[in-house]
């Protein structure tokens, strides 16, 4: 695969892509149009999912994802959701990139900040573009109040 973005140029993308994500989720905008930039089968495996789904399955859709948040933010209305540090791995030739990020939830318990640490996976997609087509919760999800 030829990529015409040298790596700094992917990196900074992939990263804006991860900022997208937060942002729509801190302006509880739950609607597709607001969605678009992932892929339409963009997945999510979040940590809090301990046990499979009915279906056997271990990841959920957007649709499903964003039901959840849809409930936290009903819960947890003073919620805020913030990248606390980024990096990028990228694999141009394969059309592959990934970032790892912390993201720092805050408004959930009074002066508790809780820290996540995050995978957003991208593909490269004709026509020259990177696409969100993963997303992972490592570790600390379970304790925000999921």
């Not at 990196?11 to 892509?17: D, F, K, N, P, R």
């Not at 936290?72 to 959701?81: E, T």
């Not at 990020?101 to 900040?113: D, Q």
Request: proline letters at 5%; glycine letters at 6%.
């Amino acid at each position: 695969m030829q990529s015409t973005l040298n790596q700094a140029a992917i990196v900074e993308e992939i990263e804006g892509l991860t900022h997208q994500l937060v942002e729509a989720i801190n302006d509880r905008d739950w609607t597709a149009s607001r969605w678009s930039f992932v892929a339409p089968t963009f997945m999510i495996k979040p940590r809090s999912m301990t046990r499979p789904t009915e279906g056997g399955s271990t990841h959920v859709t957007l649709d499903e994802w964003l039901d959840t948040w849809k409930m936290f933010a009903k819960k947890n209305p003073n919620f805020s959701l913030q990248v606390a540090d980024i990096s990028a791995v990228v694999n141009d030739k394969m059309g592959t990139a990934e970032t790892l990020f912390n993201i720092a939830v805050s408004g959930v318990y009074p002066g508790i900040v809780t820290k996540v640490v995050c995978v957003l996976a991208c593909q490269y997609m004709r026509p020259g573009k990177w696409v969100p087509v993963r997303h992972e919760g490592l570790s600390g999800a379970d304790v925000i109040g999921f």
